[in-house]
């Protein structure tokens, strides 16, 4: 799935261990889901929008 | 909880399972050529090393729930392969065995063939999934 995360940690000028901290996820975990190589839960989902104040469909794109 | 303190409660467990684990069975196998030890002293020896194995297992359960939602999936991964490994070898030698006539499988080497193939498998998929 397609996401704009990477895209977002870099307006503010954070790392993916700083993102990760605040998700209270690892960098691994945050590296993965930018490389697109891992869907993040529901749950970790709706953690990821609410921290950058965004909807879920705004973040991640399902369509190809 | 981070990644290394999840590692190192893991570490902190396992180890000294395993050490025990390995420690006890040398001790009771030394113990058992050199004394004649009735079953019933050896069925109760032999729980010392099963205790270390399920404190092993307890510690690989709790690290996997320590881990967040990513790491605790290539866990998760690494140990199916590893379950299914040891699945096929029992299952597989165990038709031989019933149907074939082939020697008796030492079941003994299912557990270390368990971990290593668990091992292997993790580090293959992680490294394969980018964590190192």
């Known amino acids: 799935m397609k996401n704009r995360l990477r895209a977002l940690r870099a307006e503010r000028g954070w790392s993916q261990s700083v993102l990760g901290d605040q998700l209270d996820v690892s960098r691994q975990t945050i590296n993965a889901i930018e490389a697109g190589r891992y869907d993040p839960s529901l749950p970790l989902a709706f953690k990821i929008a609410r921290l950058f104040g965004q909807s879920i469909e705004d973040i991640f794109d399902d369509q190809d | ?132």
């Open chain 2, 1 to 132: 909880m981070t990644t290394e303190q999840a590692n190192f409660r893991f570490f902190k467990v396992f180890v000294p399972a395993m050490i025990l684990y390995v420690a006890t069975t040398a001790g009771i196998v030394w113990l058992s050529d050199r004394h004649a030890l009735s079953p019933h002293v050896l069925y109760v020896l032999t729980l010392v090393p099963i205790g270390a194995i399920f404190a092993a297992f307890w510690a690989q359960w709790r690290f996997a729930m320590e881990l967040d939602e990513f790491l605790r999936l290539i866990q998760i991964k690494g140990t199916l392969i590893g379950v299914a490994c040891i699945m096929i070898i029992a299952s597989g030698w165990g038709q031989l065995e019933r149907l074939a006539d082939v020697p008796r499988l030492p079941v003994f080497w299912l557990l270390p063939v368990f971990w290593t193939v668990q091992g292997l498998a993790t580090t293959v998929i992680s490294k394969r999934e980018g964590v190192f």
